[in-house]
């Protein structure tokens, strides 16, 4: 069973970066579904971006250009940098993975993710 634990969320003002981590336990691969979300202040949980199975990233509008998904394998570790952070990016930030979800060409964007971290919170000022 895969187990997410999330870090490197703090607290940033706006135009600047941060670096999130999550570490992935409990299985001998790493070719899953995996993405971030995140839940800001009077909003649901929405889609941030999420990495295939050949490593193609996805990404919501609002953060284009700014985040950037990637893991490391031989470290069974998703990352999520952003860069030039906006005060509507505050929240707390969630891994998530499906083990038995596998496809391209932004097939994990639209995954029914089953497996969570317990978050990890962004805070930017302006």
């Known amino acids: 069973q895969v187990q997410l634990l999330e870090s490197g969320g703090g607290s940033v003002e706006a135009g600047g970066s941060l670096r999130l981590s999550c570490a992935a336990s409990?299985?001998?691969?790493?070719?899953?579904?995996m993405g971030w979300f995140r839940q800001t202040p009077g909003k649901g949980r929405e889609g941030v971006a999420t990495?295939?199975?050949?490593?193609?990233?996805t990404y919501a509008d609002s953060v284009k250009g700014r985040f950037a998904i990637s893991k490391d394998n031989a470290k069974n570790t998703l990352y999520l940098q952003m860069n030039n952070l906006k005060p509507e990016d505050t929240g707390m930030y969630y891994c998530?993975?499906?083990?038995?979800?596998?496809?391209?060409?932004?097939?994990?964007?639209?995954?029914?993710?089953?497996?969570w971290g317990q978050g990890t919170q962004v805070t930017v000022s302006s």
């Open positions: 998530a993975a499906d083990p038995k979800s596998f496809g391209n060409a932004g097939f994990c964007y639209n995954v029914e993710y089953n497996r």
């Open positions: 990495i295939d199975t050949d490593g193609g990233t």
């Open positions: 409990g299985v001998t691969y790493f070719s899953y579904c």
